[in-house]
């Protein structure tokens, strides 16, 4: 029996980036993952920190519930011109050795977030090039292992509201109803 969400919104689709230790990673990728993915910048001085945090919190008490491994924590820089591979390791590093960043083109980073119906806006007009903040939304994406979007948490959720547990077990239950 399949079972389908009906009125769900199109979020995702294919995208082609590199992850922090420079491989190439597609969505296909990470097929058979559940993904906790969060779109943001490593000069962002306030907001995408604190929404790292709480998907990392999320990523350990579903790893307690549900095995290690089984929960992907995701940051996708916005930011290609200042985010390189080595400053999204580092950067990613102070969080987690669990967090994996992406990073890519101005143009696949446009593209990836236009899947996602991310919002982001370099300004056009700053004094330092290096200096500058990103106006973006602040959404994160819950992923099946069947690559399909499941939910998204926005920054007023506490990490004690993200659901993914009810989203797994749901997605277990309809895989093996005998469980």
Not at 2 to 22: I, T, Y
Not at 36 to 58: R, S, T
Not at 100 to 116: C, D, H, N, S, V
Request: hydrophobic share 35%; proline share 7%.
């Amino acid at each position: 029996t399949e079972v389908r969400n009906v009125g769900a919104p199109k979020l995702g689709g294919p995208f082609s980036l590199v992850d922090m230790h420079g491989r190439p990673v597609t969505q296909a990728s990470f097929r058979g993952r559940w993904l906790l993915m969060y779109f943001g910048f490593n000069h962002c001085p306030e907001i995408c920190p604190d929404e790292l945090d709480k998907i990392l919190k999320v990523t350990g008490l579903v790893e307690q519930r549900h095995g290690a491994g089984c929960l992907q924590p995701i940051y996708i820089t916005l930011d290609p011109e200042r985010d390189c591979c080595r400053s999204v390791r580092e950067h990613s590093a102070e969080f987690s050795p669990k967090l994996l960043g992406l990073i890519g083109t101005p143009q696949q980073i446009e593209k990836t977030a236009r899947l996602w119906r991310v919002y982001f806006n370099r300004p056009d007009i700053y004094d330092n090039k290096d200096d500058y903040l990103l106006d973006h939304s602040i959404i994160t994406y819950l992923m099946s292992p069947d690559a399909e979007f499941v939910a998204y948490y926005s920054k007023d959720f506490t990490f004690e509201d993200v659901a993914v547990d009810r989203h797994i077990e749901k997605y277990n239950k309809v895989r093996d109803p005998f469980q």
